[in-house]
């Protein structure tokens, strides 16, 4: 169960480089999100055994300190509603300030648990100057040095500590395909989710007795089960009047990480953007299955080829992963919803489908000896059998003599291959190659 941590505090007091400190040594995948005004930072990391998402909540610069004020609290709201920990930095070298006893006012109020760190506690002398928060009612502040590193492994322990903590689902729940669904804001996800549910208000059971009942609604019909990630956030966007961008970006991270399959929402009126672009590659890389919806397809003057060519176009964009279902849909008219569903079951299935180790190497195996790997350096390579590994998400092992001689357009004429020999629509797929 993914685990979202936000960093949150005032400008200034290191907020960023925190995050890079933490994220950087651990090797974490690092993603810019593509926002309209500035792009997040957010990132995957581990700390003993347990893995967590950090978001960086950053901070405006512009604005008077009204504004400015205005904009922190909206921020440290949102981070509240949507994180499971929070981190509070404050600058210990700056003492406590207005504008961080305003976000303390705000952290009270919520029963999230927070992590207080005093930062740039760069020597041993101003390890003192650190007490003095001692005053916010937060327990000890954790002295550190994003800068050097220092304190930040006794951060990261009680972090750990703390993420055992949060809610997990039942194994029953566990089991039952999640989606997610995601776009940037307007395409239409509030009326699609409202297309699925609203006939039928009994057939949606709000799963209690976890943290994230508000999040999470079973999707029981039509001989589906699936479980809906996040839509009672969605429905209730109306009444959120906050930073519309700032909530769509959180959500999209922490509903993404949580699913298994996420059906991003276009707009069919409006260009594939960056935004649009930022979100699937999100997917790609957190391995998630992934369906296209483009919506508003009533709105679309349609001639004979109009289909055909959106479609082609779009396959472009989603270069290299291309081979995802795109379903043509109006949330408003309820064209091909049910249709946008068997897509996601689809991916579903081919995202957890085990292929037999028999059938991958009588399938394989051939097609590599018609087209073996190219000699790169006079080293001929060797493939000898071909595995599936045992993983949540696709993963074959191929068992090689020298695999350090395998280079990537072999990888993705074996991985092109896969696709036209096995269903892994909307499913990315790994290859290792292995020494044997
Ligand atoms: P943010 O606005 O909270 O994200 O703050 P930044 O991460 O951008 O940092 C603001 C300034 O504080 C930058 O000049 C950083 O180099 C500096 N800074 C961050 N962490 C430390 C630290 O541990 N020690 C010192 N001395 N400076 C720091
Ligand atoms: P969200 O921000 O992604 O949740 O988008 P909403 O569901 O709130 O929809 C934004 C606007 O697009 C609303 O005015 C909807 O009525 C409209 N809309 C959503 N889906 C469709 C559709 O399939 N066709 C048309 N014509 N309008 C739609």
Redesign the pocket.
């Known amino acids: 169960m993914p685990n979202l941590v936000a960093i949150v505090g005032r400008p200034n007091v290191g907020k960023s480089t925190l995050f890079n400190r933490l994220t950087e040594s651990r090797k974490a995948i690092v993603d810019e999100v593509a926002g309209v005004t500035r792009d997040r930072h957010y990132g995957k990391a581990d700390w003993n055994a347990k893995e967590f998402t950090l978001i960086d909540t950053g901070g405006y610069i512009s604005g008077s300190e009204d504004e400015f004020e205005g904009e922190i609290r909206k921020q440290v709201e949102i981070a509240i509603r949507e994180a499971d920990i929070l981190i509070f930095v404050v600058d210990a070298t700056e003492g406590i300030t207005a504008l961080d006893e305003e976000v303390v006012k705000i952290l009270r109020r919520s029963k999230k648990k927070v992590i207080l760190v005093a930062n740039k506690v760069d020597n041993n002398e101003r390890i003192s100057l650190a007490a003095e928060f001692y005053k916010f009612g937060m327990g000890e502040p954790f002295p550190i040095s994003s800068v050097s590193g220092f304190g930040t492994g006794e951060l990261l322990d009680a972090l750990a500590e703390n993420l055992e903590k949060v809610d997990e689902m039942t194994p029953e729940e566990e089991q039952i395909p999640k989606l997610a ?1 995601v ?13 699925l549910l609203d006939e039928e208000r009994n057939m949606v059971t709000p799963i209690a007795g976890t943290t994230r009942d508000a999040l999470h609604t079973r999707y029981k019909r039509f001989g589906h089960d699936f479980i809906l990630v996040d839509t009672a956030g ?1 429905r209730k ?2 009444k959120v009047k906050e930073d ?1 961008e700032f909530y ?1 970006v959180m959500r999209t991270i922490k509903a993404l990480e949580e699913c298994d399959v996420c059906l991003l ?1 276009l ?3 409006q260009t594939f953007d960056a935004q649009d672009k930022s979100i699937f590659h999100l997917a790609e890389k957190n391995r998630k299955g992934v369906v296209v919806l483009v ?5 679309v003057e349609k001639e004979t080829q109009t289909m055909k060519e959106y479609e082609e176009n779009l396959r472009e964009k989603l270069m290299p992963f291309r081979d995802v279902p795109i379903v043509f ?5 309820k ?1 091909r919803v049910l249709k946008a569903l068997e897509a996601a079951k689809e991916v579903y299935d081919n995202k957890t489908r085990k292929i037999p180790t028999r059938k991958l190497n009588d399938i394989l195996l051939p097609i590599i000896q018609a087209t073996p790997p190219p000699n790169i350096k006079g080293k001929f390579v060797l493939i000898k059998f071909i595995s599936q590994l045992p993983t949540k998400n696709p993963n074959f092992a191929f068992w090689c003599n020298l695999p350090q001689y395998i280079n990537e357009p072999y990888k993705r004429f074996i991985e092109n291959q896969m696709r036209l020999q096995f269903n892994f629509t909307g499913v990315p797929i790994e290859l290792v190659f292995k020494k044997k």
């Open positions: 669904i776009g940037r804001p307007n395409v239409g996800k509030s009326s699609f989710v409202n297309a969605l966007k109306a519309i769509s929402i707009d069919a009126t919506n508003k397809w009533d709105l849909m109006s949330a408003l008219t064209q």
